[in-house]
Structures are given as C-alpha cells and as structure tokens.
C-alpha cells in the first residue's frame, strides 16, 4: 500500500514510517521540521539529538534495505501539499501533522496564532488535496482525548445519542478541550465532519491519550532510529519527564493534587492502533472515531509506578507535588470507552514494572545529557 | 460608551454603526472591504451602490451632525486590529467581521480557505486584543442559527444538559453545519468558549437567523444611507432574493421542495437585539448564547407571502421549484427556541404583509438596475 505519513520526523511519525515501510508498503514521509524549530525556540531539544529525516531514512536503508521517501514541505502550504499528493497519489494518509504541544500553544498570542493556523490548515490542506486528487484515499488523522477534556459523564468513541423532550439524534461527543492545541484538534474534526458528510471522504480519526515509550521493533537495529524523546515540559509528555526526573535524582513533579486521569497507551501499541485503522479503513463518507489509549492512570498513579520500579533498580525516587500551572480539575470523573481498537484487534502493551524499568535503563544510558533546567514548567495557563 | 464595530462596512454592520451613533455613544468603525472585493470578483454586487465608509459616515454627520470614526483596516491581521483596540479602548467590541457568504465559501478550495482563514482569525484576533488591551471589554459576536443544522431534536437556546449512563453535565448544544462558512461559526464558538473558560472574558455569541430588510430609523435621513441590498445566490438572503425577483416579474426560485424551516428576523430587530446584548452585557467568565430571530418559516411559505403582497399591488409573481443547489435536507424537524431576547425586552417586527409590500416598493424604485442573471444558483455543494 502507498502510504503518505505527514509529520512523518516526530514522536510518532518516524516510528509510523518505519513500521509500515518494514511491513513491505511504500512510504513517504513529510515534515518542514516545525516541531525541531520549535523546540529549539524554546529549549526544549529531545534528550537525544536525532539525526535528520534524510539521515534517518539512510539509516534505515543500510539496516533493512528498505527504502522511505523523504520530502521535506509545509502541509499547511497547499501547493507543496498538492504537488506530494498528486507525485505519490497515496492509499492511505496518516496525517500528525500538527504543532503537538498544549504548553506551547498557551506561551502567548504568537505561539497560539501558529498553532491554530498551522494545525487548522494543514487539516484543511489533507482534507482538500484528498477531495481533488485521491477521494477514495483513506485519512488517518490523530486526534485527541484531550478534545473531550473532563466531562462528568462516560466519554463515548465520538458519538453519542441524545434524547431530548421525547425527541433523539446523534451527534458529536461534546467537546471541550483544556488548551489551545487541544481545542486546535477540536476544530479539526469539525472541519473532518463537515467534508466527510459533504463529499463522502473517507476518514479515521483517532483520538489518542499521552503515549510513551521509547522503543518500537525497528529501533533495535541502530541506537539512530530511536524516537525523538523530549522530556520537557514543553514537547515532553508526562512519563516521559517523569523517567527523567527519575534517573536524574530530582523528584517527580506532580501538577498540583496530580488527581488528573487521562488514558495512555504505549508507543508500540500506537502503531498497532494505526495499522489496524489502516488494513480496516472508515467507509466512504464515513468519520470513524477510535479512542486510543490502552489504561488510565491519574498523575499521581503514574509518579507511583515510576517511583517503585526506580527504587527497584536502585534510583533514589521521590515525589514533588507542586503548583499546577494549568487550569485543568486536579479530582474529576473519567470514564472513557475505548473498545473499538480492542475489538479490531488491539493487543495491548501494558504499563508494567518491567515496561518501566526497561525504558528507565534506557534513559540511564543517556543520563549525561539530561538538561534538569528543562523539566520544571515554565509555561503557566492564563 | 465607547463601541467598536468591525465589519462595519456590512449588511449588518453599517446600520449597527449608525444605530448607536444616533443614540449618543461614541462608534468607531473597521471594515477591510472585503464583501465588497468578493462581490465584484463574483459579480454579485448589491442592487444599489452603496458609498463606501468614509462617505457613509460624511453623509451621516451630515443629517445627524453625529460623527462616526472610520478605519480601513484587517481585523484577520493583529497588529492592523491591536492598533485599533489601543486608540479607541471599546467597552464594547460588536464583531460582524465575517466573510458572510456560505455560497462562496463552497465554491472552491480558494474560497473556502479564505473564509476559514479570514474568520477564524478575525475571531481568534479580537479574542486577543481584549484579553491584552480591554480585559472587561464586552464581545458581542455575531453567530449563526446555521451552528446548529437542523438536528432532530428541540434546538435550545446554546446549551444542553446531557444525561448519560445515570450521570449529567451541560455541555455548548451539539453544532453541524452545512456549508464552510456555518462551520467557521461553529469553530469560532468553540475558540471564544475556550478563551472564556481561560481568561474570564465576557462574550455574547448571537446564534442569528436570515435578515431580511431595507430600513432601520436611520436609513430614512438620506437614500444613501440604505443598506448594502444583496440578492443575488451568493450575497443575498433568500428573502431579498424573492423581493427582487417578485418585482423583476421573474419566477422566485425555491431549491427544492422549500421545505428547509429557518428563523428568520427583521434587520431593525437585529439591531434592537445587538443593543439589549449591549446594555446587559455578559458577565465575567460567561459565554452567553442567545439565539436571534422572531419567526419560523419554510422557504415555500416566505415565497407564498412574497407571491401573496405582491400580487395585491399588482405584481404578477410565480413561483418555480428549482433543482437544490445545497446538500441540506428539504423535509426535516425543526423547533428552535428563542425566549433569552424575548425576556430581555425584544418587541419583535413580524413579516406582515404590510412588511413585505413596504419592502416590495422599496426596490420597484431600482428596478431597472436588477441584474436577473444574478439570481439563479451559480455554486453548487459538493
């Protein structure tokens, strides 16, 4: 299958390209390296320096001898977008094409601005360059379960009946996200929704919890395909700054009560969940929602496990709970469904002590290069 | 006190300016002209030529002695709209600036990308003025009734408590709109409920029906002061497209079975409603949704009332069900509340006969400049 991956340089675009192209199908990746300026702006480089997509690609090559096509262009710039689409002509598209930060998107006007108007564009740019160029193409895009935020009830894969005054419909999962980046995405499945239902496109999109992780089963072959891992406040995600923060010897810092439950899931079990949407593709006209993530956990839950496997292998561990800088409920309800991916075949990979303790020997091997000025938050909501 | 309105160049935006300034406070207007460029390129120019801004206001100062400030600017750009906002200091910000037209935002990639684009970030930008320049400025922002679509249940005025798996919580009411520009609306209201939540601003999003309508008490000082009067597909609102046709002596074009029910209001009522909006603002940290209109009707009834006046004064109107242009359902449920202005002190102007036979003279004065190849559908969906 031809697959075009966009975004295809982050956290979860690389391992994507890898995983299908070592799977037999044709890849192209594309990024404009947003993510890499970004986090250069801010201080907030990935623990490990990656080498470039185009390196990455060579890598990949000498150690598979397997090929992924390299284009390095702004898909919130439609002619760049259209040319990749109409050269590659792909099957699927798997879009993660968006500035993926919520800290970032709440620094200010500037870093608010470029997020909604990169991430809403490039969605738009898919949306289009698919409508005009490859209408039966299937859309992959990810989404977030930080678009339903906290709601105090159950939290449905997308969709949900409503009865009203003895009348019912379906709609959208009401959604209402916690910040700027959050809410981008938000927008993007209003936008998904709209296309889907006037020209029949063809999309998934999966919404996704905090993933982590630092291995795939094409990392193994050169210590150079590893994912980018930012452990920042900034690009990071939780347990990964908590792994940090572990090998470092600095306390775990917990937002506030640390009561915040969201669902995660491993990042070996993301590219489980985009290939299963990707051999089952969304019918025509059809907007299928996932819910991806495998187990919830509240923040504190997570410091916990981090903490026991840490003592385990003889880290000194402890926990800071300090002031949240988010807006965000510390003690809330939240239940979300995540069947869907299960029942299409999902095996998840668990967040055990081995798992952990795993991904902790590996950050120890990189332990000089932990920067502790980067882990403390330094971006406050409002 | 001290009002800025911006789209004020607008169908709506020009009699909002004088509305005010007629009654002592202080306007200053901004409007980039974009209707008016979009309307030449479409060949969709209103009935009339109205005289731009600056000549607006000269008149107006002429036969009220009041003034109204002019400024040509781009609220889609931040720093053309922070200008703006750090001279004049509004207590209230009234935002109709919009690219208005669903036809055109469906006419292509091009057209839709720059309504996406133009009305988000005017949206997103007038959020961040206030936040950075007037944090207790009132936002009154024009939505559309169109947010909602035509779902199956009772459209309630913005909210809905859900009751779910033996739990509850009040969630934005469910939005699905069927053009890009409804669902630019749509978007913008999920960005103003976010910054709400955030930084406490204060906004009321006006969810507003079709306007119909040549006069307001300001219009009858000088013929030039009417209006900007579409109707053609792209710019004109359904009714000013039949009072056109009616006197052209040409058949009123009904998409489809006409069975498509709407609330519909009179542009002196939209003007009342924007004015209680005014006087009993928002409060803090609220996002008050109001839903603006006075009557329910069926696109086959406005065009039997428009056929019935205009027969009584001698016209001789037919009516013509066309091929429906637009993806919307023709027969469908449709009982939208819209008591929240009733109890502010809304005194509805209802579309009586005498109403639309004022209307119908009205326009027989331009008749020969009545372009008939303007009125059937140019843009189809889909």
């Not at 300026?37 to 490990?48: F, G, I």
């Not at 998904?192 to 998934?204: A, C, D, E, N």
């Not at 410091?303 to 000194?316: H, P, Q, S």
Request: hydrophobic letters at 40%; one cysteine or more; proline letters at 4%.
């Amino acid at each position: 299958m031809r697959i075009l991956v966009l975004g295809g340089d982050g956290y979860l675009g690389w391992p994507t390209a890898m995983h299908f192209s070592a799977r037999g199908n044709e890849v192209m990746v594309v990024d404009n390296y947003l993510r890499r300026n970004l986090a250069r702006e801010t201080r907030s480089e990935a623990l490990v320096r990656n080498p470039n997509l185009h390196e990455r690609a060579s890598i990949f090559n000498a150690v598979t001898g397997k090929k992924i096509e390299v284009r390095i262009a702004d898909c919130s710039n439609a002619s760049e977008l259209d040319e990749l689409f109409l050269e590659f002509h792909p099957e699927t598209v798997i879009h993660y094409a968006e500035q993926p930060s919520a800290p970032y998107s709440m620094i200010g006007y500037r870093e608010a601005q470029r997020t909604l108007n990169n991430n809403l564009n490039a969605t738009f740019n898919v949306i289009w360059s698919v409508i005009r160029y490859v209408p039966e193409c299937h859309v992959i895009k990810l989404g977030t379960m930080g678009e339903y935020g906290t709601p105090n009830i159950d939290i449905e894969e997308g969709w949900i009946d409503i009865k009203h005054n003895g009348r019912s419909d379906r709609f959208l999962f009401p959604r209402q996200a916690g910040s700027l980046y959050h809410t981008t995405k938000v927008l993007d499945t209003d936008l998904l929704w709209f296309y889907v239902r006037l020209y029949g496109i063809r999309v998934t999109d999966l919404m996704q919890g905090p993933v982590y992780g630092l291995e795939t089963a094409e990392t193994g072959a050169d210590s150079q395909l590893m994912p980018n891992f930012h452990y920042d406040d900034i690009f990071g995600t939780v347990l990964n700054r908590f792994l940090v923060q572990a090998v470092a010897g600095i306390p775990l810092t917990i937002y506030g009560k640390g009561g915040q439950v969201r669902g995660y899931l491993n990042l070996q079990d993301t590219l489980q969940c985009v290939e299963l949407a990707c051999r089952q593709p969304a019918s025509k006209g059809e907007l299928r929602i996932l819910n991806q993530f495998t187990e919830q956990f509240s923040v504190y839950e997570l410091a916990e496990r981090v903490r026991e496997a840490g003592n385990d292998i003889g880290l000194k561990v402890s926990l800071q709970h300090i002031a949240n800088p988010r807006k965000e409920k510390e003690e809330h309800y939240y239940n979300a469904k995540h069947a869907g991916l299960i029942e299409m075949g999902l095996k998840p990979h668990l967040l055990t002590g081995d798992v952990i303790e795993r991904m902790l020997r590996r950050v120890m091997e990189y332990r000089s290069m932990i920067d502790k000025e980067k882990v403390l938050p330094r971006v406050r909501w409002g």
